[in-house]
């Protein structure tokens, strides 16, 4: 179990570092913004979908 969780992690972590290298190659501004995840469970609608993310 431990080694599959591993697995995803680093499958997550590769794609992650993908995405966010290919934003930087091709983008002049890139911006991030800080989102509680605390907050927005708060509306039911989205929680289970927000819970469900990495």
């Not at 992690?9 to 590769?14: D, G, H, L, T, V």
């Not at 930087?24 to 929680?47: F, G, P, Q, T």
Request: no cysteine.
């Amino acid at each position: 179990m431990a080694k599959l969780q591993l697995k995803v992690a680093n499958q997550r972590k590769n794609f992650l570092h993908h995405v966010s290298t290919t934003l930087i190659k091709n983008h002049d501004l890139v911006v991030a913004e800080e989102l509680r995840s605390k907050n927005m469970l708060r509306n039911h609608a989205l929680a289970m979908s927000i819970l469900d993310v990495g």
